[in-house]
């Protein structure tokens, strides 16, 4: 495939990026809504039957409903970015698709999303495992694979290159956006907990330390009463944080689009390919070094906390006297 170059033209200013960004988000707010609403709800729900711990349906119905539910928790959370991103190219494209529409098609792509994410985590723990910077660094150049995955089509590693390809020469403006908003999201959750307090203040809550250890304790003690507090935010950070940071994101790949060539399909895919995998590669021999080391440590512990056979007949002689 040849290189196809566009017209001349910069990253998106983060001013521009966030206009754009609250306004897609004000103009598309109920379909958005609705996209987030079922990873929250299903958050939610397994919440629900973690408390149930079978005191209601039985031991077993708990475990099926634990793994149902677990499973299709983790597959919702998998798609619904999926979803998200094919909603908004397909909205500014022109067309409209429902939200079932987005979560049937979506889940079709499951396997190969799951493929992506999981190239994503080990090269990135590789990274990590890498003096740890490398890995802050990755977390950065791999930042747009699922987006090249929904607009490209390109799966696997070659999504995972095409991230490095937009991201090289242009990190720093990537990291300076990506803290911007970063900073706002943060600064809306700080928000939320003083409104929080706040609300616990007018309600007759009490001012005193010794008044919110004790509402800590309650609330710990019993975990039913967090289930609003759980819904909350879930819905915040599915309905209103996830699609604002990925409409953000989308819109810094398109503006990457307008003026840098379309990543070369054979020769920029080779530049990366063997690092990606070597990264990958480390990422995973570093789990299972990690993994081993905890095994067996957790069986020395367990080794020392075995009486010995002394101690055993130490203990017969003084019970047989």
């Given at each position: ?89 397909e909205t500014e494209e022109g067309r409209f698709i429902s939200v079932k529409e987005l979560y049937t098609s979506s889940l079709k792509l499951f396997w190969p ?209």
């Amino acid at each position: 495939m040849n290189i196809i170059h566009h017209s001349a033209g910069s990253l998106s200013d983060i001013g521009n990026l966030l206009k754009k960004t609250f306004s897609f988000y004000k103009k598309h707010f109920k379909q958005l809504v609705f996209i987030g609403l079922i990873p929250a709800c299903l958050s939610v729900l397994n919440s629900v039957i973690s408390l149930e711990k079978g005191f209601f349906l039985g031991t077993i119905t708990f475990l099926l409903l634990v793994i149902v539910f677990g499973i299709g928790g983790m597959v919702v959370q998998i798609i619904a970015p999926i979803s998200f991103i094919r909603m908004i190219r397909e909205t500014e494209e022109g067309r409209f698709i429902s939200v079932k529409e987005l979560y049937t098609s979506s889940l079709k792509l499951f396997w190969p999303v799951l493929w992506i994410y999981l190239l994503m985590w080990t090269a990135t723990i590789g990274g990590f495992f890498l003096l740890i910077i490398p890995g802050m660094i990755l977390s950065v150049y791999l930042l747009f694979p699922m987006y090249s995955f929904v607009i490209s089509g390109h799966r696997g590693i070659h999504a995972l290159s095409d991230s490095f390809y937009y991201v090289r020469g242009h990190f720093w403006p990537i990291l300076g956006r990506l803290f911007v908003i970063a900073l706002i999201v943060v600064a809306f959750n700080i928000v939320l907990v003083v409104l929080g307090i706040l609300i616990y203040f007018i309600v007759g809550g009490s001012v005193s330390l010794v008044a919110l250890t004790n509402l800590a304790i309650y609330m710990s003690v019993h975990p039913s009463s967090t289930l609003i507090l759980s819904f909350v935010f879930s819905f915040i950070n599915w309905c209103l944080v996830s699609p604002i940071m990925i409409y953000y994101t989308y819109s810094m790949l398109k503006s990457f689009h307008a003026f840098k060539p379309v990543p070369h399909a054979q020769s920029d895919f080779n530049k990366t390919r063997p690092w990606l995998i070597a990264l990958s590669v480390v990422g995973v021999i570093g789990m299972l070094v990690v993994m081993g080391v905890g095994i067996i440590m957790g069986y020395n512990d367990t080794s020392k906390n075995v009486p010995s056979t002394q101690a055993l007949e130490n203990l017969n002689k003084i019970n047989l006297q």
